[in-house]
Nanobody, 114 residues
Framework: VQLQASGGGLVQAGGSLRLSCAAS????????MRWYRRAPGKQRELVAQ???????YYAESVKGRFSISRDNADNTIYLQMDSLKNEDTAVYYC?????????WGQGTLVTVSS
Protein backbone atom coordinates (compact mmCIF):
# COMPACT_ATOMS: atom_id res chain seq x y z
CA VAL A 1 0.00 0.00 0.00
CA GLN A 2 1.29 3.44 -0.93
CA LEU A 3 0.00 6.61 0.68
CA GLN A 4 0.35 10.13 -0.67
CA ALA A 5 -0.55 12.91 1.72
CA SER A 6 -1.09 16.53 0.77
CA GLY A 7 -2.79 19.71 1.89
CA GLY A 8 -0.61 21.08 4.65
CA GLY A 9 0.41 24.68 4.86
CA LEU A 10 0.40 27.86 6.89
CA VAL A 11 -2.89 29.10 8.31
CA GLN A 12 -3.91 31.65 10.90
CA ALA A 13 -5.46 30.55 14.15
CA GLY A 14 -9.17 30.03 13.69
CA GLY A 15 -8.72 29.09 10.06
CA SER A 16 -9.24 25.83 8.21
CA LEU A 17 -7.25 23.35 6.18
CA ARG A 18 -8.11 20.07 4.51
CA LEU A 19 -5.58 17.27 4.31
CA SER A 20 -5.86 14.51 1.73
CA CYS A 21 -4.35 11.05 1.64
CA ALA A 22 -4.57 9.01 -1.54
CA ALA A 23 -4.06 5.27 -1.20
CA SER A 24 -2.95 2.86 -3.88
CA UNK A 25 -1.83 -0.75 -4.08
CA UNK A 26 -3.48 -3.56 -2.11
CA UNK A 27 -6.01 -1.26 -0.53
CA UNK A 28 -8.55 -4.04 -0.11
CA UNK A 29 -6.48 -5.21 2.87
CA UNK A 30 -6.85 -1.93 4.74
CA UNK A 31 -9.05 -1.97 7.83
CA UNK A 32 -8.32 1.44 9.30
CA MET A 33 -7.15 4.72 7.85
CA ARG A 34 -5.67 7.14 10.33
CA TRP A 35 -4.15 10.56 10.69
CA TYR A 36 -1.37 10.99 13.21
CA ARG A 37 0.59 14.08 14.06
CA ARG A 38 3.87 14.90 15.71
CA ALA A 39 4.22 18.34 17.19
CA PRO A 40 7.63 19.84 17.92
CA GLY A 41 9.09 18.25 21.03
CA LYS A 42 6.15 15.89 21.48
CA GLN A 43 5.38 12.28 20.78
CA ARG A 44 3.35 11.20 17.83
CA GLU A 45 -0.36 11.06 18.57
CA LEU A 46 -3.39 9.60 16.85
CA VAL A 47 -5.65 12.40 15.66
CA ALA A 48 -8.46 10.60 13.84
CA GLN A 49 -9.36 7.21 12.45
CA UNK A 50 -11.96 5.89 10.05
CA UNK A 51 -12.73 2.26 9.36
CA UNK A 52 -14.26 0.39 6.44
CA UNK A 53 -17.74 1.18 7.76
CA UNK A 54 -16.86 4.88 7.96
CA UNK A 55 -16.98 4.78 11.75
CA UNK A 56 -14.83 7.63 12.99
CA TYR A 57 -12.73 8.15 16.08
CA TYR A 58 -11.21 11.44 17.22
CA ALA A 59 -8.70 12.44 19.81
CA GLU A 60 -10.28 14.55 22.53
CA SER A 61 -8.13 17.50 21.56
CA VAL A 62 -9.71 17.73 18.09
CA LYS A 63 -13.29 16.62 18.71
CA GLY A 64 -15.77 19.07 17.28
CA ARG A 65 -13.12 20.77 15.16
CA PHE A 66 -11.74 18.04 12.89
CA SER A 67 -13.65 15.68 10.64
CA ILE A 68 -12.33 12.59 8.90
CA SER A 69 -14.02 11.22 5.81
CA ARG A 70 -13.36 8.86 2.95
CA ASP A 71 -14.08 8.74 -0.75
CA ASN A 72 -14.05 5.11 -1.77
CA ALA A 73 -14.26 5.96 -5.45
CA ASP A 74 -10.94 7.79 -5.27
CA ASN A 75 -9.40 5.70 -2.48
CA THR A 76 -8.78 8.92 -0.61
CA ILE A 77 -9.34 10.02 2.95
CA TYR A 78 -9.63 13.58 4.11
CA LEU A 79 -9.08 15.43 7.33
CA GLN A 80 -11.07 18.65 7.48
CA MET A 81 -9.53 20.82 10.17
CA ASP A 82 -11.52 23.82 11.37
CA SER A 83 -11.02 26.32 14.17
CA LEU A 84 -7.31 25.59 14.08
CA LYS A 85 -5.25 26.43 17.13
CA ASN A 86 -1.56 27.07 17.61
CA GLU A 87 -1.25 23.70 19.30
CA ASP A 88 -2.40 21.98 16.11
CA THR A 89 0.94 22.87 14.55
CA ALA A 90 2.59 19.57 13.65
CA VAL A 91 3.64 17.26 10.90
CA TYR A 92 0.59 15.20 9.99
CA TYR A 93 1.01 11.64 8.78
CA CYS A 94 -1.42 9.42 6.96
CA UNK A 95 -1.49 5.79 8.11
CA UNK A 96 -3.19 2.67 6.82
CA UNK A 97 -3.58 -0.42 8.94
CA UNK A 98 -4.24 -3.89 7.59
CA UNK A 99 -4.59 -6.95 9.82
CA UNK A 100 -0.87 -7.17 10.39
CA UNK A 101 0.86 -4.23 8.76
CA UNK A 102 1.11 -0.49 9.22
CA UNK A 103 1.70 1.68 6.19
CA TRP A 104 2.85 5.27 6.36
CA GLY A 105 2.72 8.17 3.99
CA GLN A 106 5.10 11.07 4.02
CA GLY A 107 4.27 13.82 6.44
CA THR A 108 2.66 17.11 5.58
CA LEU A 109 3.40 20.14 7.71
CA VAL A 110 0.61 22.19 9.21
CA THR A 111 1.62 25.47 10.80
CA VAL A 112 -0.92 27.54 12.69
CA SER A 113 0.11 31.12 13.38
CA SER A 114 -1.32 33.53 15.91
Amino acid sequence: VQLQASGGGLVQAGGSLRLSCAASGTIFTIIYMRWYRRAPGKQRELVAQIDTHSTAYYAESVKGRFSISRDNADNTIYLQMDSLKNEDTAVYYCNARSRDTNYWGQGTLVTVSS
